[in-house]
C-alpha cells in the first residue's frame, strides 16, 4: 500500500502525495551530502501505547535499518545517527542496559546485510566508555566494512559533541607541550583531522523527530552550517515518505553560508 503524507492517516486529502511522488520531486544533483539524524521520541512513542520505553528503542532500530535503505538507494555520501549520548548515561540502569543489548544484538544481526550493502560502518564518540565486549564488536563492524565504498554511516554512542571538541584540544594541547607546533599555527585543519568524523563533509542536513527543536550537544563542529529539519513524528513512526519530505525541503533551501544568494 501507498504510504500517504501531507494529511492526517486515512484521510482523503487530494492533496496527499505519496513517498514515489515526493522523491520524483527532488532534484537529486541538490541532495545533502552528510545528512544528521536525532532518532528521538522512541520513549514516548511506547508510553503512548502503555508500553516500557525500552520498546521504542527496539522499534527505533526498525526504522533506522529502512531509513539507512533509503539513504543507500539515494547513494547519500554520509549518514550519521545519534544512538547514545554523553548524557543518556543519566537514565534509569535498565533502560541503559536494555541500550547496550540492543546495539550488541543490533551489529550482529545485520552486519552482514549492511557489510553487502557496500555501508562503511563507524562508532563514534567515547568509545572506551563501553564494555570490551561492546567494543570489540564495534571494533569488528568498523574493520569489517572499512574497504567498502557505499554510504559512511556513522553511528554517534557516547557521543556529545562538547566531549570531542575536548578531546580535540586536549590533543592539540600535547602537540603545543611537545613543542611539535606553535600555538598561532593551529589551524582548521588541525581541528578537523581530529575529529570523530575526521575525512567526512560537514554536516549539510539535520533531522530530528519528535518534536523538540535543539542539537542535545550533537556534531556541534559539524553542524556550524547544516540546515535544520524537524517533526513531530517520533522516531519508531517516521516513514521513508517523511525522509524524503525532508531531503525535498532541503533540496529547494538557499544556502548562502553568509555569502548571496545564487538565486535571482
Ligand atoms: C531517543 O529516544 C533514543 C535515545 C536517547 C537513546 P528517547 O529515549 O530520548 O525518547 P523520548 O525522547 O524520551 O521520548
Ligand atoms: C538526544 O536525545 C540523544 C539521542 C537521540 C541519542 P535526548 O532525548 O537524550 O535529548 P534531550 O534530553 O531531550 O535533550
Ligand atoms: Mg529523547
Known amino acids: 500500500m501507498l504510504k500517504k503524507i501531507f494529511g492526517k492517516k486515512n484521510s482523503s486529502n487530494k492533496n496527499a502525495k505519496t513517498e514515489e511522488e515526493i522523491l520524483a520531486l527532488i532534484d537529486r544533483d541538490r541532495l545533502p551530502k552528510h545528512v544528521a539524524v536525532i532518532m528521538d521520541g522512541n520513549g514516548r512513542w511506547a508510553s503512548g501505547q502503555g508500553m516500557v520505553r525500552s520498546a521504542g528503542h527496539a522499534s527505533g532500530v526498525k526504522t533506522l535499518k529502512t ?3 533509503a539513504a543507500v538507494d539515494l547513494k547519500i555520501e554520509a549518514f550519521t545517527v545519534y544512538a547514545f549520548s554523553t548524557e543518556n548515561w543519566k537514565r534509569p540502569t535498565a533502560e541503559v542496559e536494555f541500550l547496550m543489548k540492543l546495539f550488541a544484538d543490533s551489529l550482529a544481526r545485520e552486519l552482514d546485510e549492511m557489510d553487502e550493502l557496500g555501508i562503511r560502518i563507524k562508532f563514534i564518540g567515547r568509545l572506551d566508555g563501553f564494555s570490551p565486549y561492546l ?3 564495534f571494533d569488528n563492524a568498523c574493520r569489517r566494512t572499512a574497504n567498502n565504498t557505499g554510504v559512511k554511516f556513522n553511528v554517534a554512542v557516547n557521543y556529545g559533541g562538547q566531549d570531542e571538541m ?5 590533543s592539540l594541547a600535547k602537540e603545543v607541550q611537545a613543542g611539535n607546533v606553535a600555538p598561532d599555527d593551529i589551524d582548521v585543519s588541525m581541528i578537523e583531522e581530529r575529529l570523530d568524523t575526521a575525512g567526512v563533509s560537514p554536516v549539510d542536513l539535520v533531522i530530528r523527530t519528535s518534536g523538540d527543536m535543539r542539537l542535545s550537544n550533537f556534531l ?8 535544520l529539519w524537524f517533526t513531530d ?3 519508531p513512526d517516521f516513514t521513508k515518505a517523511e525522509f524524503y519530505k525532508a531531503l525535498l525541503d532541503f533540496s529547494q533551501r538557499d544556502r548562502r553560508f553568509g555569502g548571496l544568494s545564487k538565486k535571482k
Do not use: D, F, P
Open 67 to 69: 531509513i539507512l535503505r
Open 135 to 137: 567494543q570489540e564488536q
Open 166 to 170: 575536548l578531546r580535540v584540544m586536549q
Open 220 to 227: 556541534i563542529w559539524q553542524t556550524a552550517y547544516a540546515e
Open 233 to 235: 513524528t517520533n522516531w
